[in-house]
């Protein structure tokens, strides 16, 4: 018997060995569950939060050669927490309904479809619980982190799926839009979302948050990927449609927000005169066009001066939420009621609204839904296009406190409540950035005219963007003698910063110049150096765009967007950015060194 053992025998008696024993193990307890958690939050980190759970559903068999790949083949796709998928427990963003709840019997339609199609599952994402918020935030698994504006809510209810597309874990992600649920994350996240027409889009095997409203929808970060899933989401065929296209202005709902419309009204109206098969833009005001064809509005008690754009509006969310409460509490209210499970604050808060209010008014509210569906067919006919803001202002601050938020949740759900409540497929297009913020449009057109809308986004996206970059550089910068001497202050910090292969630091000091000073092509192209040391190859070759925009023979740019091209494999790319640094600089060494070992693993 060892020293050790034959010590504790000879003692066993005395309670200050125990004492000291038991304060040992609680000891190595403590510190096996703080390297538990930091391991548990650095895997956090990793996903930015997206994720809930993580699997791998790989896509059906592919048809041999030579016939052609399936659309979605090679590509990666997540789902928000609410579809079903076979031998998995469907957790609904509650660890309650989670509990309460047997693994699925079958996968749902829709994942079957994207599997069916050469796409690959790889897990469930973060929600907002029992899908009905729109912050994005869950106290429970936490919330996903906005990549653009990490200290503000991501949006939701669809926030995971976002997140993962926006951070590019993922190449498309779906969800479920009922009072903005797709449509208002990806304009938080900047990226691209999709709701598809009310109906259109099989929800078998999808939980139901308010059958008259919830639909389908769908994120990406290219149009032509939110068009390749839409054809195979919405069984479509490929042929080319020849129509004219009519955009429309709601010139009343650009008021509502808070971007300049030189980002917005300026750039998409720019972007059609150089395009063909596009009629002149019209303008409008759309409220008194509601007021004038939803009579039934007016019998809505939140219904005030019919006169007022902003009552309009807000009669108009006030009638979906009241849709919304009345189908979620027939659908839950006996779940809710038996379980009473834990919630969030601000989801307790509206599942307790939606469980305690009664609905005298039903049929008024079925019947706005009703009157706007044929309202906006009549608006839209068979070519028409209304632009309208995705949202009307910034992300609120994580945890803002309820009072800070009705108003933002106000103006929010009054842009929402358009296509909620006529049925008609809307999508989030991305603009670039406005004080820090992601800056979008929408354009919805008719109910059924998704491949029409679909196809319409990927006709006039590349010219948008070209418009977005004219609008970025010529609009005037605000004090820019200040800006200037401040961001030229931050970049000398980051080259300091990277000097000490502090590569974090210097990344936030670049891009706090940038935000001062987007014209200026050495502060991106000094980030895209910090990136490339992360080994973020992505963001280092957008910002050698960006550097190029400004800058046509910054060879540093060229060089650094020939690096992060070759560590992401595409070789020919990047031999012609080290080649074109060599036209600009012929004795440059590293661009001849970086041709040739290109060209050694192209051999």
């Known amino acids: 018997m060892s020293k050790s053992l034959e010590l504790i025998k000879e003692h066993a008696s005395n309670p200050k060995l125990w004492l000291v024993v038991g304060v040992g193990v609680a000891g190595i307890v403590v510190l096996a569950e703080t390297r538990r958690r930091r391991r548990r939050r650095n895997t956090h980190k990793q996903d930015f939060g997206a994720f809930v759970e993580r699997f791998e559903l790989l896509p059906f068999p592919q048809p041999p050669p ?14 928000s927490d609410m579809f079903d998928v076979k031998g998995y427990v469907t957790g609904f963003g509650n660890p309650d309904w989670k509990r309460t709840h047997e693994e699925a019997e079958k996968t749902a339609v829709v994942v079957t479809a994207l599997l069916k199609n050469g796409a690959t599952c790889v897990g469930k994402t973060v929600m907002d619980e029992l899908s009905i918020g729109i912050s994005g935030e869950n106290n429970h698994y936490g919330t996903p982190t906005n990549p653009q504006m990490p200290s503000c809510i991501p ?22 839009d009922t009072t903005g649920c797709v449509r208002i994350p990806a304009s938080f996240c900047g990226i691209f979302g999709f709701r598809s027409s009310h109906g259109t889009v099989s929800t078998v095997g999808v939980l139901p ?43 009343d709902l650009f008021q509502l927000s808070k971007v300049p419309t030189q980002k917005t009204v300026y750039v998409v109206g720019k972007a059609i005169e150089n395009m063909s098969g596009y009629q002149v833009p019209k303008h409008m ?40 409460g009345y189908e979620f509490k027939t659908n839950h209210e006996d779940w809710i009621k038996s379980i009473k499970p834990k919630l969030g604050r601000d989801a307790f808060d509206r599942v307790i609204a939606a469980i305690n209010t009664t609905h005298d008014n039903i049929k008024t509210l079925y019947k706005v839904r009703t009157e706007m569906r044929a309202a906006f067919q009549s608006l839209l006919k068979d070519d028409g296009i209304l632009v309208i803001p995705s949202v009307a202002d910034s992300p609120l601050k994580l945890n803002t406190k309820k009072g800070l938020s009705s108003e933002f949740h ?51 996206y590349s010219t948008l963007q070209k418009q977005v970059s004219v609008a970025s550089y ?68 957008e910002d050698c765009n960006n550097a190029i925009l400004i800058d046509k023979k910054n060879v540093k740019a060229y060089l650094r967007r020939g690096a992060a091209r070759e560590s992401l494999l595409r070789y020919k790319e990047a031999l012609e950015d080290f080649k074109h640094a060599q036209v600009l600089e012929p004795q440059n060494k590293d661009a001849s060194k970086g041709e040739r070992r290109v060209r050694k693993s192209m051999a």
């Open 155 to 176: 949006g939701g209810s669809s926030s995971g799926s976002a997140v993962a597309v926006a951070t590019e874990l993922v190449d498309f992600a779906i969800g479920t």
């Open 474 to 541: 010529s609009l005037p910068l605000p004090d820019t003698n200040g800006n200037i001497e401040t961001s030229e202050l931050l970049k000398e910090k980051g080259n300091a910063a990277f000097k000490g292969s502090q590569w974090n630091k210097a990344l936030n000091y670049y891009t706090e110049a940038i935000k001062l000073n987007g014209m200026n092509a050495t502060y991106y192209c000094n980030r895209a150096a910090a990136y490339l040391k992360l080994a973020c190859f992505q963001q280092a070759e």
């Open 410 to 460: 106000d103006r929010t759900f009054a842009l929402s409540s358009i296509a909620s409540m006529s049925g008609c497929c809307q999508v989030t297009v991305p603009l670039g950035s406005h004080n820090g913020g992601c800056v979008s449009v929408s354009f919805i057109s008719f109910h059924g005219a998704d491949k029409f809308l679909l196809d319409t986004i990927l006709d006039m």
């Open 209 to 251: 948050n308010a059958q008259s409203l919830d639909t389908l929808g769908w994120f990406a970060r290219d149009p032509s990927v939110l068009h390749r899933v839409g054809h195979v989401l919405l069984k479509l065929n490929s042929a080319e449609t020849k129509r004219s296209r009519s955009i429309i202005f709601a010139d």
């Open 285 to 324: 005001n759309l409220c008194p066009y509601i007021a004038s064809k939803v009579p039934s509005l007016k019998l809505h008690p939140a219904s005030t001066d019919q006169e007022n754009g902003a009552s309009i509006l807000k009669a108009l969310s006030s009638v979906m939420l009241s849709l919304q």
């Open 66 to 79: 030579p016939a052609a790949k399936q659309m979605l083949s090679s590509l990666t796709f997540a789902i």
